[in-house]
């Protein structure tokens, strides 16, 4: 069964404080559904339109709990917390086997 991925770029983040409080509450909520973070921050080399900002990768068992993960009250709790304190590019991918 593929593996799931949660992929974020984040374009601009004006209020690193929104941020910290969404990583702790979002942490817990991943990890309840088998999230692994593979990817926080660290160097970007950016080509075509890409944006040369903070990258996060988050894999799963599968596709589904990748999905359950965004879904979940714990999790939603956690968007709530981040609102306008970002602007980035989210999406939910399946893996290749």
Do not use: C
């Not at 941020?19 to 309840?32: D, G, H, I, K």
């Not at 879904?71 to 917390?81: D, G, I």
């Amino acid at each position: 069964m593929p593996k799931g991925y949660w992929v974020s770029s984040y374009r601009t983040i004006s209020d690193p404080q929104k941020l910290a409080a969404y990583n702790e509450l979002a942490r817990p909520a991943v990890q309840a559904f088998g999230g692994r973070t593979l990817i926080r921050g660290g160097r970007v080399v950016a080509h075509d339109a890409g944006i040369a900002e903070r990258t996060v990768l988050v894999e799963f068992d599968n596709f589904e709990q990748a999905v359950a993960a965004h879904e979940s009250a714990a999790y939603q709790e956690a968007l709530v917390a981040l609102a306008d304190g970002v602007e980035r590019d989210f999406r939910i991918v399946e893996g290749i086997d």
